[in-house]
């Protein structure tokens, strides 16, 4: 009697552990673009290529698995004042190119910050209308329906007048993949 209460009591144990459950993963990722600003009324163009952020959500997605969304956690740049550099701050208009069009959106519009090497955060004074591209964009692409490069445009001016500028800006995108798996329980 005892040896099949036992054996019923490890069956029902067995089976519960085969049991799967679907959780939510949440693997974070970075890519960064940088723009190399040497004149003063100033217009340089990069991209985040595509492949990199495929590459970044397929290293931190588990193969098979369907990303829910890809959520945009942080922007900022780092910038390096280079040596032969005098200008003393930088009036950025940040745009990116929306998919598919010539048109650019603002990410930021006239923010000024002091040129000095570290990091330069900018949460409060970002642009709705770029921000939902640059999500939008950075989605398509983790869920593989989009594979256009991601186009940045940053224009502006130095201040004073007259002084050389010689600036290195590093502009970073942190975003966290929203993910489903099953493990067995």
């Not at 910050?113 to 939902?132: A, T």
Request: hydrophobic fraction near 40%; charge should be negative; include cysteine.
């Amino acid at each position: 009697m005892i040896k099949k209460i036992t054996i019923l009591g490890l069956l029902v144990l067995v089976l519960n552990a085969c049991e799967k459950k679907e959780i939510s993963l949440y693997p974070n990722f970075e890519e960064s673009v940088t723009f190399d600003i040497k004149t003063h009324g100033f217009e340089v163009y990069d991209k985040i290529y595509a492949s990199d952020i495929s590459n970044s959500v397929n290293d931190a997605v588990e193969d098979g698995e369907t990303i829910e969304q890809v959520v945009l956690e942080g922007l900022w740049f780092e910038v390096e004042k280079n040596n032969a550099n005098t200008a003393e701050s930088i009036t950025i208009e940040l745009k990116i190119r929306k998919s598919g069009s010539s048109e650019y959106f603002y990410i930021l519009d006239d923010y000024t910050f002091e040129i000095k090497d570290g990091k330069v955060v900018f949460l409060s004074s970002l642009k709705e209308e770029g921000v939902n591209e640059l999500k939008g964009q950075i989605n398509k692409i983790a869920k593989g329906q989009g594979f256009e490069d991601i186009e940045l445009k940053v224009e502006g001016e130095v201040a004073p007048e007259g002084s050389v500028v010689d600036v290195t800006v590093k502009m970073f995108v942190n975003a966290t993949v929203v993910y489903k798996t099953e493990v067995g329980m």
